[in-house]
Nanobody
């Protein structure tokens, strides 16, 4: 019914930047929250940033001032601009959306994940 697909990961040197994108498609009526999570090897998945339907954003303390989340409702897409990247940012990044579909009032959708590696 609904697909969520991330793109934009890769290898970057410390201090560099990357921009992740995540687009939803399918039988979408509207999207409530859009967010990014990450999971490093041997660690639990953690929230990185989340943006509400009205544009209010919240960030993990570890990324405040370096990452910016934004959304384009017309494209059902959320972005994560990551600047001043550090080795500790290395992880698989997952997109998460809470979606109202044509048949379901609230459904949580996850992307497949995109690898971000920060290394010199």
């Amino acid at each position: 019914q609904v697909q969520v697909v991330e793109s934009g990961g890769g290898l970057v040197q410390p201090g560099g930047s990357l921009r992740l994108s995540c687009a939803a498609s399918g039988s979408i009526f509207s999207i409530y929250t859009m967010g990014w999570y990450r999971q490093a090897p041997g660690k639990q998945r953690e929230l990185v940033a989340i943006v509400s339907s009205t544009g209010t954003a919240n960030y993990a303390d570890s990324v405040k001032g370096r990452f910016t989340i934004s959304r384009d409702n017309a494209k059902n897409t959320v972005y994560l601009q990551m600047n001043s990247l550090e080795p500790d940012d290395t992880a698989v990044y997952y997109c998460n959306m809470t979606i109202r579909t044509m048949t379901t009032p609230s459904a949580v959708a996850w992307g497949q994940g995109t690898q971000v590696t920060v290394s010199s």
